[in-house]
Nanobody, 122 residues
Framework: QVQLIESGGGLVQAGGSLRLSCAGS????????MGWFRQAPGKERESVAS????????YIADAVKGRFTISRDNAKNTLYLQMNSLKPEDTAFYYCAAVPASSTWLDGSASWGQGTQVTVSS
């Protein structure tokens, strides 16, 4: 069974940085697309960034371009999200997800982590 465990969230002041990690287990994530999503209170979950097994960035949200960087270490089955220049509007619960490269995030085949809270104070 696929398990995704996020870590690295916390409370940071505006302008600060955090690095989220997502450790995957239960299978090889070869040929899986992996990504980060977030959900703020009262808002729908939104995609932040995603990338392929080979390292190609498939999506980066306009709101985080130039500030957030997604990366992965396939040897460790770990996905990262480096978040710099954080803003209060980045406050949200951040989730890691993995989906077969041939599938979509919403077709029921994605696996999701439990999430980690990121709070940015002004």
């Amino acid at each position: 069974q696929v398990q995704l465990i996020e870590s690295g969230g916390g409370l940071v002041q505006a302008g600060g940085s955090l690095r989220l990690s997502c450790a995957g287990s239960g299978r090889s994530f070869r040929n899986y697309r992996m990504g980060w999503f977030r959900q703020a209170p009262g808002k729908e979950r939104e995609s932040v960034a995603s990338m392929t097994w080979s390292g190609s960035i498939t999506y980066i949200a306009d709101a985080v371009k130039g500030r957030f960087t997604i990366s992965r270490d396939n040897a460790k089955n770990t996905l990262y999200l480096q978040m710099n220049s954080l803003k209060p509007e980045d406050t949200a619960f951040y989730y890691c997800a993995a989906v077969p490269a041939s599938s979509t995030w919403l077709d029921g085949s994605a696996s999701w982590g439990q999430g980690t809270q990121v709070t940015v104070s002004s």
